[in-house]
């Protein structure tokens, strides 16, 4: 019986998914592939006489079968680019999408402007922790130093918690301290733990762990950790009363309307394999950002700035609560690249 190689298993899986309408048929194809076999593109391209073992094949057909069905790539290969970095993911997250890049883009501007300044960063409802992780890496190739300032990274979900604290171990951070019931400002409780990771530096500032093994000097420590919180929105009581820079990417798309199920796009029908509180929320999507305003009203420091990702469908409503909720600061509201209503800029 003649092998299969990639070239057969490669037109298998794409006439897998042209049968069942996937728009990237090819891509999805390949990207398993190359997922499996463990190859990049290059290779794929240029071996497509190279023999797939059944066990391989086995593997290939289980996650096509997924993908066939809908299930987003993402969560097939458990990982996702963001900001150029690969993000892991599972079903236990949002998937992190582009637009999100603007939050990264603007606070690294933000900070830039302030490099003489020591700040306290807040990304609520980190998910898979890749705003808050893109940030430092952004700085750490910028004028603003990361080390310079204190992030926090706050999520309601202990599940997805775990996965931004794996994203942070894998692509920023040489240790991590696990703090339980310290004596310190950082200490929590038993059903609420707080991790503290050392982050990577850059060549010129990196300096051994060993000149940070002193777990009570906040001086030392402090200026090299993030603080990653189970919290709904500000509610932790272990966070600090103010910060300078609040970073928000919070469930904001109105739930769907049951007549409305058959009319969605496939990227729409996508997100039912994604965390539906991570994506849906009441009152037209707005309820829990407008909870998050108000709550955050006595958070951002005075000098202080507030970037969100908002829905383009509720975005004027929601700037319109801002500017009542912040009568005395500058409510911006900005367009993506597609041209619509996506971030709320309030300083």
Same mark, same amino acid.
């Given at each position: 019986?003649?092998?299969?190689?990639?070239?057969?298993?490669?037109?298998?899986?794409?006439?897998?998914?042209?049968?069942?309408?996937?728009?990237?048929?090819?891509?999805?194809?390949?990207?398993?592939?190359?997922?499996?076999?463990?190859?990049?593109?290059?290779?794929?391209?240029?071996?497509?006489?190279?023999?797939?073992?059944?066990?391989?094949?086995?593997?290939?057909?289980?996650?096509?079968?997924?993908?066939?069905?809908?299930?987003?790539?993402?969560?097939?290969?458990?990982?996702?680019?963001?900001?150029?970095?690969?993000?892991?993911?599972?079903?236990?997250?949002?998937?992190?999408?582009?637009?999100?890049?603007?939050?990264?883009?603007?606070?690294?501007?933000?900070?830039?402007?302030?490099?003489?300044?020591?700040?306290?960063?807040?990304?609520?409802?980190?998910?898979?922790?890749?705003?808050?992780?893109?940030?430092?890496?952004?700085?750490?190739?910028?004028?603003?130093?990361?080390?310079?300032?204190?992030?926090?990274?706050?999520?309601?979900?202990?599940?997805? #918690?775990?996965?931004?604290? &794996?994203?942070?171990?894998? !692509?920023?951070?040489?240790?991590? =301290?696990?703090? $339980? @019931?310290?004596?310190?400002?950082?200490?929590?409780?038993?059903?609420?733990?707080?991790?503290?990771?050392?982050?990577?530096?850059?060549?010129?500032?990196?300096?051994?762990?060993?000149?940070?093994?002193?777990?009570?000097?906040?001086?030392?420590?402090?200026?090299?950790?993030?603080?990653?919180?189970?919290?709904?929105?500000?509610?932790?009581?272990?966070?600090?009363?103010?910060?300078?820079?609040?970073?928000?990417?919070?469930?904001?798309?109105?739930?769907?309307?049951?007549?409305?199920?058959?009319?969605?796009?496939?990227?729409?029908?996508?997100?039912?394999?994604?965390?539906?509180?991570?994506?849906?929320?009441?009152?037209?999507?707005?309820?829990?950002?407008?909870?998050?305003?108000?709550?955050?009203?006595?958070? #951002?420091?005075?000098?202080? &700035?507030?970037?969100?990702? !908002?829905?383009?469908?509720?975005? =004027?409503?929601? $700037? @319109?609560?801002?500017?009542?909720?912040?009568?005395?600061?500058?409510?911006?509201?900005?367009?993506?690249?597609?041209?619509?209503?996506?971030?709320?800029?309030?300083?």
């Amino acid at each position: 019986m003649k092998s299969n190689t990639i070239c057969t298993v490669l037109d298998n899986v794409r006439k897998l998914f042209a049968k069942h309408n996937i728009e990237s048929a090819v891509l999805d194809a390949q990207i398993i592939i190359e997922h499996v076999l463990e190859k990049d593109r290059v290779f794929l391209l240029s071996h497509p006489d190279t023999p797939v073992s059944n066990k391989d094949c086995l593997r290939i057909d289980s996650l096509a079968a997924r993908r066939a069905v809908g299930e987003p790539i993402a969560y097939l290969t458990g990982k996702k680019e963001f900001y150029g970095y690969d993000f892991f993911v599972n079903k236990n997250v949002l998937i992190p999408r582009p637009e999100t890049e603007h939050l990264v883009e603007s606070a690294t501007k933000y900070l830039n402007l302030r490099i003489k300044n020591s700040l306290k960063i807040i990304d609520i409802g980190t998910g898979s922790g890749c705003i808050v992780v893109s940030l430092i890496k952004s700085l750490s190739h910028s004028a603003s130093q990361p080390l310079r300032h204190l992030f926090y990274a706050t999520e309601i979900s202990a599940e997805a #918690l775990e996965v931004a604290k &794996m994203n942070s171990a894998h !692509l920023l951070f040489d240790s991590v =301290k696990q703090v $339980e @019931n310290a004596g310190n400002e950082f200490s929590t409780s038993s059903n609420n733990k707080s991790l503290i990771c050392h982050s990577e530096e850059p060549k010129n500032l990196r300096r051994s762990f060993a000149d940070t093994q002193d777990d009570n000097s906040e001086t030392q420590d402090d200026k090299r950790t993030v603080h990653f919180l189970e919290s709904d929105l500000f509610l932790n009581p272990e966070l600090p009363e103010k910060f300078d820079l609040i970073l928000a990417n919070l469930p904001y798309v109105p739930k769907v309307r049951t007549e409305d199920l058959g009319l969605r796009t496939q990227e729409e029908k996508a997100t039912d394999f994604e965390p539906q509180s991570a994506i849906f929320a009441e009152d037209n999507g707005a309820s829990i950002i407008k909870n998050f305003l108000e709550q955050g009203e006595s958070k #951002l420091d005075k000098n202080g &700035m507030m970037i969100l990702e !908002l829905d383009p469908r509720n975005a =004027k409503e929601i $700037e @319109n609560f801002a500017k009542e909720t912040y009568p005395n600061r500058k409510v911006k509201l900005t367009k993506d690249y597609a041209g619509h209503d996506r971030y709320l800029e309030i300083k």
